[in-house]
């Protein structure tokens, strides 16, 4: 135990507990990285684009990873927007406003479009619907939003490995030269970052959740018509 434990013996626990809130950050953010490959896949099988999956790399900080993902969440959303882009140039402006028209639920919207629509043009009207409609855009903007402000706190700072290599390797990132008795204020940063992280995680991967059963399901529907 260190000269500053014996002064503050409650260091060694709120040290623990930084600990588990780094690896609740983590698990949230393995879960994005997960669901963001999914769309990547999505994107790839029917818009032709060539994402590679991405993982976490244990070898560089939070923020380097939270940045690795924002890069890719960026690189999802221009897509789309081309997709849409395309799609409003190929289709009169009747059939597209049919797509658009909010009083109409999502199966009235692409059955509206196939009475005008045939082939490949039927999948590009259907993944653009599904990839705006299922709220994805304001998903991956918030996630995003969330992980721009973890990426320069002093969450950011901290190696992703360190946390397989021991608690002080950790300790040490983070605080660095503060005082040691600043642990209750690295604890509340990292508290107000996972209350924030973590709905907005949840919502980001039940969203994406939401488009592969959707992609799958109106797909099918479209093949055979």
Not at 55 to 79: A, M, P, V, W
Not at 84 to 94: G, I, V
Request: net charge neutral; proline share 2%.
């Amino acid at each position: 135990m260190s000269w500053v434990d014996i002064f503050y013996p409650g260091n060694p626990m709120k040290r623990e507990k930084i600990i588990r809130l780094n690896e609740s950050l983590i698990t949230y953010m393995e879960g994005n990285f997960y669901a963001t490959n999914k769309l990547s896949g999505v994107c790839n099988t029917y818009m032709g684009t060539r994402f590679s999956d991405i993982s976490i790399r244990r070898e560089s900080s939070i923020k380097d990873n939270c940045n690795r993902l924002i890069k890719r969440i960026h690189e999802i959303q221009g897509e789309i927007e081309k997709l849409n882009a395309k799609l409003k140039e190929e289709l009169s402006p009747d059939i597209y406003y049919k797509l658009q028209d909010e009083n109409l639920s999502l199966n009235d919207r692409l059955k509206a479009a196939y009475k005008y629509i045939s082939g490949s043009l039927r999948i590009t009207a259907s993944i653009s619907y599904i990839l705006t409609g299922c709220f994805i855009i304001s998903a991956l903007c918030s996630v995003c939003s969330i992980l721009t402000v973890i990426a320069v706190s002093v969450v950011g700072v901290v190696l992703v490995g360190a946390l397989f290599i021991g608690v002080d390797m950790v300790i040490s990132a983070i605080l660095g030269a503060r005082e040691r008795d600043q642990l209750d204020s690295t604890i509340a940063e990292y508290e107000k970052c996972l209350d924030e992280f973590k709905p907005a995680s949840r919502q980001y991967q039940t969203q994406i959740q939401r488009v592969m059963f959707l992609v799958e399901e109106k797909l099918q529907e479209t093949l055979k018509l």
